[in-house]
C-alpha cells in the first residue's frame, strides 16, 4: 500500500538525488595545480589548456567548474553516455573531477575559429531570445554554475548535442534543456549553433 509517507519520502529521494547531481561533488576542495598535472591526458584531445582545434571535441576552456564537474559525473555514472569519455571518466575519483574542473575553468579560451555567416548574426540572436536561451545560459552564452557556456564553442559539437538533445539521446539532468530544443525545427537548430559558435570570449 502506497501511503502518504511513503509517496512523500520517495519525493525527497528525489530531490536528493536531483541535489547530488547538480552539486555532484561540492564537498571536496578543489586544487587547480592538481588539475593541471591530471589534465595532461585530457588536453591531447580536447586542446592546449582545453581550448580545442577538433570541431566535434568542445572547448573546456573557461567552462563553468560546475558543468564541467557535472558532466563528467553524468560521463562516470552512466547517465550520460560517449564512446571515448565514458571510460576515462570512468578512473577518475571526485577529487579528481574537482581539481580538473577548477584548472579548466581557470584557462582563457582563445579566439573563436567559427565565422558566422552574416544573416546569422540577426536571426541567430533572434532565436535566442524566442526560445530563452540567454536566460539560462547567461546573456552572452557564457555558462552560469551548472549550465555550460556555449560562446565560441566548437560548431560540429553544439550540432551534435542539440540535435541529440531533441532525440532524447543525450542525458539531461533536469529536462530543461529537452525540452528548450524540442520546440526548435532543424533549420533553426543550425542557424543557432552557426552564431553561438562565433560568439566571442571576453
Ligand atoms: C580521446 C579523446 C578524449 C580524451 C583523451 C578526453 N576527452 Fe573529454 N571528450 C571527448 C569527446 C569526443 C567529447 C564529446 C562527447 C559527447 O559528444 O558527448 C568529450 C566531452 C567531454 C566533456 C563534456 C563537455 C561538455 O561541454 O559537456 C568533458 C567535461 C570532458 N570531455 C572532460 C575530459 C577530461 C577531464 C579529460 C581528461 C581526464 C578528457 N575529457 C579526455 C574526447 C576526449
Ligand atoms: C531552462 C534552462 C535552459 C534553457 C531555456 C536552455 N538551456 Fe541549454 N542547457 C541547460 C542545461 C541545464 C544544460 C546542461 C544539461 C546537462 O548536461 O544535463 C544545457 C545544455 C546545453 C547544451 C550542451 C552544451 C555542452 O557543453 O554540452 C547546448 C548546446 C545548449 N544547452 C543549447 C541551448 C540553446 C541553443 C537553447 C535555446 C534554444 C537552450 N540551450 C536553452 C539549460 C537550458
Known sequence: MITLHSVKSVAVAQLAAAAFLIFPLASNAA?????????????ACHGPGGNSIDPVIPSLAGQPEQAI??????????????????????????????????????????APTHQTQAENLVLGP???KQYNCTQCHGPAFMGI???PRLAGQQHDYLLAQLRSFRAATRADMDGTMTSAVSRLTDPEIV???????GLGTK
Not at 550520460?80 to 574537482?98: E, G, I, Q, T, Y
Not at 542557424?191 to 559558435?197: A, G, P, Q, T
Open 69 to 110: 564537474t557535472t558532466a563528467l559525473y553524468q560521463f562516470r555514472e552512466g547517465n550520460r553516455k560517449n564512446p571515448v569519455m565514458s571510460p576515462l571518466a570512468a578512473d577518475l575519483s571526485n577529487a579528481d573531477m574537482n581539481d580538473l574542473a577548477a584548472y579548466f575553468e581557470s584557462e582563457k579560451r582563445t
Open 31 to 43: 586544487d587547480i595545480e592538481a588539475g593541471r598535472a591530471r589534465a595532461q591526458t585530457c588536453i
Open 126 to 128: 533572434t532565436l535566442a
Open 191 to 197: 542557424v543557432l549553433v552557426d552564431y553561438i559558435s
Open 145 to 147: 554554475q551548472h549550465i
